[in-house]
T-cell receptor, first 115, second 113 residues
Framework: GAVVSQHPSWVICKSGTSVKIECRSL??????MFWYRQFPKQSLMLMAT?????????EQGVEKDKFLINHASLTLSTLTVTSAHPEDSSFYIC???????????FGPGTRLTVT | QQQVKQSPQSLIVQKGGISIINCAYENTAFDYFPWYQQFPGKGPALLIAIRPDVSEKKEGRFTISFNKSAKQFSLHIMDSQPGDSATYFC????????????FGGGTRVLVKP
């Protein structure tokens, strides 16, 4: 149990286009989902916290108009990278908070490459 | 300000040996301390977690030791295997504040056969 999926696992897009990444909790409900960014050989950097039915809370320095987060249901959150640029190329990882167990489970990540 | 400091950045251990990774935190409000294992190109996977009311927790070959007064906690991997070669992250959070995790910098572990 406690499986989190992400789609796509890998995406290449051209500079200036937008990309949407989906994060789903497959076998549990998640009132809170988190989005992280990870550069090679670095730790995870929290980008934002999303709660079902409310606006996401962004960490300092994260552009909310560039990284649009929607938490449409208790099992789905999406991250849209708008007007992507090469510097947005990174590994994006979501996690879901399994509230009844107070544990956070991570998705497999999405590798975004902007050309 | 890095609130969770992890060391070492990397370590090499022989098969069958013990891998030890240490973390120190600053925020005394932290009340949940998980460890994650991450393989290249994959998301982190929860290994084991501890809360401040216990000083040690063991699950299989993995043990967390927790020292509340020193604000330190560590992961011990006993009988290390080549399959344990991965990056390990400690983290901490305040559950009442929404369980937002603060991660350590990570430790790359290489287990030599």
């Amino acid at each position: 149990g406690a499986v989190v999926s992400q789609h796509p696992s890998w995406v290449i897009c051209k500079s200036g286009t937008s990309v949407k990444i989906e994060c789903r909790s497959l076998d549990f409900q998640a009132t809170t989902m988190f989005w992280y960014r990870q550069f090679p050989k670095q730790s995870l950097m929290l980008m934002a916290t999303s709660n079902e039915g409310s606006k996401a809370t962004y960490e300092q320095g994260v552009e909310k108009d560039k990284f649009l987060i929607n938490h449409a249901s208790l099992t789905l959150s999406t991250l849209t990278v708008t007007s992507a640029h090469p510097e947005d190329s990174s590994f994006y990882i979501c996690s879901a908070d399994r509230v009844d167990y107070y544990e956070q489970y991570f998705g497999p990540g999405t590798r975004l490459t902007v050309t | 300000q890095q609130q969770v400091k992890q060391s070492p950045q990397s370590l090499i251990v022989q098969k069958g040996g013990i891998s030890i990774i240490n973390c120190a935190y600053e925020n005394t409000a932290f009340d949940y301390f998980p460890w994650y294992q991450q393989f290249p190109g994959k998301g982190p996977a929860l290994l084991i977690a501890i809360r401040p009311d216990v000083s040690e927790k063991k699950e299989g070959r993995f043990t967390i030791s927790f020292n509340k007064s020193a604000k330190q906690f560590s992961l011990h991997i006993m009988d290390s295997q080549p399959g344990d070669s991965a990056t390990y992250f400690c983290a901490a959070s305040v559950e009442a504040a929404g369980n937002k995790l603060t991660f350590g910098g990570g430790t790359r572990v290489l287990v030599k056969p």
